[in-house]
Each structure stands twice: as C-alpha cells, then as structure tokens.
C-alpha cells in the first residue's frame, strides 16, 4: 500500500540507546495508526507499540513499556521510537507500519492488519 521508511538502527552496547525513526507520505502520517514491530532470527514478528492521531499511543507489549516510547515530532512528519537501557534480547530487525480506516487508525484496534511497512532497520545490540 503505502511506502514506510525506518532509519536509525545500528550496533550499541547493553544499556545504550538508540532513537528509530519511520517517515511516510504526509497523509499516512497525519491519518493512519503508525506502529513499531520487530523480528529476531528465527521469531515471529513482534508487535510493539503503537501512535494514533486519533487514540493516543498504546502499548503492545508490557515487556517494553519502561523502556521504549513513542512520539510524532512536531510536523508530524515522522515516528520515532526511543529505546533505551538496550538488552542483547532486543536484537532484530525493526520494522514500522501502518493501518488506516475509520477504525483502523486507532492504536485500540490492536496489532493486527497492519499493511502498510517499511524496509526495516536492523538493532543489533552487544553484552
């Protein structure tokens, strides 16, 4: 569908941080829920968190809740999530998407049905 771009990954070493940014299409970025997703070798996709225009963020997991966030700058332009106090565990690649619709934009809707990704960015971090 729509073309997502994530930036910012790289290599860190436990405790460090780490900002991941994800830009779009103006429209997407001012109307669809916008999520972060992240996949270690050999796991399943992981939901994360979430940003909606309309219902605030949300998270998907409670295993980062006191150490990532999420946030829009102030044009509304990109996604970032903010990582901090890295773990070996968090190692993967990160992805962002996107889902629209009268409910789909809202974070409430939960994880699922996200169609709109970008390439991912690959975190790797070091004990």
Request: glycine fraction near 12%; charged fraction near 15%; include cysteine.
């Amino acid at each position: 569908q729509v073309q997502l771009v994530e930036s910012g990954g790289g290599s860190v070493h436990a405790g460090g941080s780490l900002r991941l940014s994800c830009a779009g299409a103006e429209w997407t970025m001012r109307h669809y829920a916008i999520a972060w997703f992240r996949q270690a070798p050999g796991k399943e996709r992981e939901p994360l968190l979430c940003i909606s225009p309309y219902d605030g963020t949300a998270y998907f997991t409670d295993s980062v809740k006191d150490r990532f966030t999420i946030s829009r700058d102030s044009a509304q332009s990109t996604v970032y999530l903010q990582m901090n106090s890295l773990q070996p565990e968090d190692t993967g690649v990160y992805y962002c998407a996107g889902r629209g619709g009268l409910t789909g934009s809202n974070c409430s809707k939960g994880p699922n049905n996200f169609d709109a990704w970008g390439q991912g960015t690959q975190v790797t971090v070091a004990s």
